[in-house]
């Protein structure tokens, strides 16, 4: 879905909690108008990503998946955050038939769960997260996929470890 650059930043999630505390450390370096795909098997942590990002913007109710709704919407602090999941097409002409591009055309950062799915129709991401089971815990390997995808992990500060080379 994306092409790779040549520094991923590779990050280990040992549990719940650090996967929450990524999506809040990244959170202050996405920018509006941001496309961020999530990439990983069924219970990698995508959408615990997407409740880490949400907290770290001081929303503090339920975060559900979108699987079956598609899109879930939440605005924060002035900031529209679409949380989709096309895990459920059959076709990528789904994603035409349901309308959904007007969600990338404005402001708000699109958090995509299966852009595979959404193929060749979704707009191009910014940011590329790929979340893998690592034992106990998840890993993370992020790649910027856009200058502002690069500028967004350059200004990255993690909370927690970096297991390999991040991009500065």
Request: charged share 20%; net charge negative.
């Amino acid at each position: 879905m994306h092409a790779p650059n040549h520094n991923p930043l590779i990050l280990s999630l040992p549990d719940e909690v650090a996967t929450l505390a990524f999506g809040a450390a990244l959170i202050p370096v996405l920018q509006p108008g941001m496309v961020v795909t999530l990439e990983g098997d069924l219970g990698a942590g995508k959408t615990t990503l997407v409740r880490g990002l949400l907290r770290g913007l001081g929303y503090g109710n339920k975060v559900k998946s979108p699987t079956y709704t598609l899109v879930e919407v939440h605005t924060v602090s002035g900031l529209n955050l679409y949380h989709f999941d096309f895990y459920r097409f059959n076709e990528p002409e789904e994603y035409v038939d349901a309308g959904l591009d007007e969600y990338f055309q404005g402001d708000g950062i699109c958090l995509v769960e299966w852009p595979d799915k959404a193929a060749p129709y979704l707009p191009s991401a910014d940011l590329c997260i790929r979340l893998r089971v690592d034992g106990d815990g998840r890993s993370a390997e992020v790649h910027a996929a856009s200058e502002r995808g690069a500028l967004c992990l350059k200004n990255f500060q993690p909370l927690f470890s970096v297991s390999s080379n991040p991009i500065r």
